[in-house]
């Protein structure tokens, strides 16, 4: 039975119509992995991919609650439980007013391959809704979490389905959703990760994405017998991944140059140091103010309006949100002699951007595997959970090293080029696919 990309990207759309983010995020993949499926009849026959590429599951539903002026609000819930041939469905809630079924869809998909890739026994899912925090009270996060969870509570459990945070969902709203679920269920679960350490969190889970996301970094530079200790860095963001990711490159000896927002970024050229990150740290998490603000404080430039890839580096770090890197700003970072892209955010690359890098052989690290940190610790947060014991900070940070460690290595097996060059992102598709696919096929036609 053949199968050609374009007779399965023609299929795909046929059933997606109109959800533009999912079809770019199965189009990609099905780039890397439709060769291999030339090769390998067994999965082909099965339509393997073509069964992930449907979700198992769709749940969507109405959130009402009640806003501090007494007035009723309305907003809508996803639950995208997409695979589960490996384990119960992991992934994140993201409370954003762009959330829609296709953004959901698209995040769920990477999430299959992602958690197939740390080796931990987990699906793939993704939920939220288009409720966004911002500009909100604590009791209307509070009303609308407790809401959200009375529905949601009937679709996840520790063996089911285990929501994670995501944009917009951060240590407070995992509190009340985790409060809510136990005052329903009268049950005291690990259904839901990132919570805090003192009820059942794990230790640097917070920085997990971040740090995760610098040590494959530092795995791809190994390789090349390379180091990051005095490399500059440009990263995009200001948020959870970027924060830390920044902190992890500063205490690796490497030159942060640049952190953003929606507004604009600052570049400062003697480097961010951890003074000025902790400033940055207190500015976004409990001010909620803008990153100009550090411009100003600190005597940097600061660009409105703009992005950071025409700041002159060696690796460069995206880790604010999808398609932020296109076709043009790939070309100037390779005219700037950049050396290594890793998306802290999932998708932020284009696929033009993606095949710049590619051609000019700088080393490209897609979100599944470059940002697989957070979703790891996730994962031991549940182990923790289930044999009701923390793990010191030091054992998970060694275990997540561990972890991006395996995922640099299962890349390299299955994205090593006859030139030496590492296809990063072939060698994560086709790596997180096996995995699945053996388990599918070992399960029977479900």
């Not at 769920?108 to 939220?128: D, I, R, Y």
């Not at 600052?266 to 990150?277: C, Q």
């Not at 002159?312 to 700037?336: F, G, M, S, V």
């Not at 030496?420 to 036609?445: P, R, S, T």
Request: proline share 3%; hydrophobic share 35%; aromatic share 10%.
């Amino acid at each position: 039975m053949d199968l050609s990309k374009e007779q399965f990207i023609e299929d795909i759309k046929k059933r997606n119509a109109g959800e533009a983010e999912f079809l770019q995020a199965v189009e990609e993949v099905a780039e890397t992995i439709i060769p291999f499926l030339q090769k390998h009849p067994e999965y082909r026959n099965a339509k393997i991919l073509e069964r992930i590429a449907e979700p198992e599951r769709v749940i969507i539903f109405r959130v009402p609650w009640l806003n501090d002026r007494g007035e009723v609000e309305i907003n809508r819930g996803f639950r995208v439980q997409m695979n589960s041939a490996i384990g119960p469905y992991k992934g994140g809630l993201r409370f954003h007013g762009s959330v829609n079924l296709s953004v959901l869809k698209f995040l769920a998909f990477e999430q299959v391959f992602k958690n197939s890739l740390t080796g931990l026994p987990m699906g793939g899912g993704k939920g939220g809704s288009d409720f966004d925090p911002k500009g909100k009270s604590d009791n209307e996060v509070m009303k609308f979490c407790q809401s959200f969870m009375t529905e949601l509570y009937r679709h996840v459990g520790a063996d089911i389905d285990i929501p994670a945070g995501d944009i917009g969902v951060g240590s407070r709203e995992i509190g009340y959703l985790f409060g809510q679920y136990k005052r329903i269920k009268g049950e005291f679960t690990g259904v839901l990760t990132g919570k805090g350490f003192e009820w059942g969190g794990s230790q640097i889970r917070p920085e997990a994405t971040g740090y995760g996301l610098v040590y494959f970094v530092e795995e791809i530079l190994k390789q090349q017998k390379q180091e990051i200790k005095g490399k500059t860095v440009v990263i995009s963001g200001s948020g959870n991944v970027a924060q830390f990711a920044a902190e992890k490159c500063i205490e690796e000896g490497a030159k942060v140059l640049t952190l953003s927002d929606s507004d604009g970024f600052i570049y400062n050229k003697k480097g961010i140091d951890l003074e000025g990150l902790a400033y940055i740290k207190d500015l976004k998490n409990k001010e909620r103010g803008r990153i100009s603000e550090y411009a100003e404080k600190f005597g940097c430039e600061y660009y409105p309006n703009e992005k950071p890839w025409r700041i002159k580096c060696d690796i460069a770090l995206p880790n604010a949100t999808q398609n932020e890197l296109d076709e043009q700003d790939a070309k100037q970072l390779a005219k700037n002699g950049c050396i290594c892209v890793a998306e802290g955010a999932n998708m932020p690359c284009t696929p033009a951007a993606i095949a710049v890098f590619n051609k000019e052989h700088i080393y490209f690290a897609p979100g599944k595997a470059a940002n697989a940190g957070g979703v790891a610790v996730s994962g031991l947060e549940m182990s923790q959970n289930s044999l009701r014991y923390a793990w010191t900070r030091k054992e998970v940070d060694q275990r997540l090293k561990q972890i991006m460690h395996d995922i640099h290595s299962i890349c390299v097996k299955y994205g090593k080029e006859k030139d030496g060059y590492v296809n990063y992102e072939k060698g994560a598709n086709i790596g997180g696919f096996v995995k699945i696919a053996d388990a599918m096929l070992a399960q029977g036609l479900v």
